[in-house]
């Protein structure tokens, strides 16, 4: 299959280099590009767009994926937290707290990077056995039921590709699109289990998961059955908030 690349429109600012620098990170937002692909979609000569991706590495704005592909980085979400205009992490705290204590185990936030997810939020069970992921942490995008919920709303083309190694299915993601919510017992961690749910952004898109996880002692092998109802909710309450003007 032959691939096509949508260029990128960036106005100038006049500082040549500064620009291209944009123009990269507004490229990379549609997710993970190798150099090839960011020079196709870019028009930028190949030395200099290798040149300043490297450079935004170095800063953190872009990271590389599994495959070596550039991605955005950590840094984007620490510099929009900061500004005040990630809305999500502003009260994701105090939302994962509350399910924390409705349910008993430690509840996260991930978002996605490419081939991988990150946390960005955590509340973590106060005593006894728990899932400890603290904020920062990266995790694949092959197993475990945030990863199911980052992927099953993809274009159909990105979900194949994403099932690739993955321990779960495509039937598995069109019962998780149905229900809208997933489980896991044992997929990322042997003996963790995981219920999650998705946040929607003002365009529905999805654009996180709130996970609750914990031992498969205590969450059994439906956690679902048990736990779906809070963290969907929870998940609901947060994509209201986002989507507010």
Same mark, same amino acid.
């Given at each position: 299959m032959r691939w096509q690349y949508q260029t990128v429109d960036i106005k100038n600012s006049g500082v040549g280099v500064l620009d291209k620098a944009v123009k990269i990170?507004?490229?990379l937002e549609s997710g993970p590009h190798s150099l090839s692909e960011l020079v196709a979609a870019t028009g930028i000569?190949?030395?200099?767009?290798?040149?300043?991706?490297?450079?935004? #590495? =170095?800063?953190?704005?872009?990271?590389?994926?599994?495959s070596g592909r550039f991605v955005l980085g950590a840094r984007s979400s620490e510099l929009a937290a900061a500004a005040g205009e990630d809305r999500l992490l502003a009260v994701a705290g105090p939302a994962l707290s509350a399910l924390r204590d409705a349910c008993g185990e430690s509840a996260q936030l991930y978002r996605r990077q490419g081939d991988q997810r990150v946390c960005v939020a955590t509340a973590e069970r106060l005593s006894g056995l728990r899932d400890s992921v603290p904020v920062g942490t990266v995790l694949t995008m092959q197993a475990g039921s945030?990863?199911?919920?980052?992927?099953? &709303?993809?274009?159909?083309e990105k979900l194949q590709r994403g099932l690739v190694?993955?321990? =779960?299915n495509a039937a598995s993601l069109s019962a998780v699109r149905r229900?809208? &919510?997933?489980?896991?017992?044992? #997929?990322? #961690?042997?003996?963790v289990a995981s219920v999650s749910a998705p946040v929607r952004g003002p365009n529905n898109k999805?654009?996180?998961?709130?996970?609750?996880?914990g031992p498969m002692e205590r969450l059994g092998r439906q956690p679902g059955r048990v736990h779906a109802a809070a963290?969907?909710?929870t998940a609901a309450r947060l994509s209201e908030f986002i989507s507010k003007k």
């Amino acid at each position: 299959m032959r691939w096509q690349y949508q260029t990128v429109d960036i106005k100038n600012s006049g500082v040549g280099v500064l620009d291209k620098a944009v123009k990269i990170l507004a490229t990379l937002e549609s997710g993970p590009h190798s150099l090839s692909e960011l020079v196709a979609a870019t028009g930028i000569a190949r030395p200099t767009a290798h040149r300043l991706a490297v450079a935004l #590495e =170095f800063h953190r704005l872009v990271t590389r994926d599994f495959s070596g592909r550039f991605v955005l980085g950590a840094r984007s979400s620490e510099l929009a937290a900061a500004a005040g205009e990630d809305r999500l992490l502003a009260v994701a705290g105090p939302a994962l707290s509350a399910l924390r204590d409705a349910c008993g185990e430690s509840a996260q936030l991930y978002r996605r990077q490419g081939d991988q997810r990150v946390c960005v939020a955590t509340a973590e069970r106060l005593s006894g056995l728990r899932d400890s992921v603290p904020v920062g942490t990266v995790l694949t995008m092959q197993a475990g039921s945030a990863a199911q919920i980052l992927l099953a &709303w993809d274009e159909p083309e990105k979900l194949q590709r994403g099932l690739v190694n993955a321990k =779960f299915n495509a039937a598995s993601l069109s019962a998780v699109r149905r229900r809208g &919510w997933a489980q896991s017992v044992g #997929e990322r #961690e042997v003996g963790v289990a995981s219920v999650s749910a998705p946040v929607r952004g003002p365009n529905n898109k999805v654009i996180a998961a709130v996970s609750i996880s914990g031992p498969m002692e205590r969450l059994g092998r439906q956690p679902g059955r048990v736990h779906a109802a809070a963290v969907v909710a929870t998940a609901a309450r947060l994509s209201e908030f986002i989507s507010k003007k």
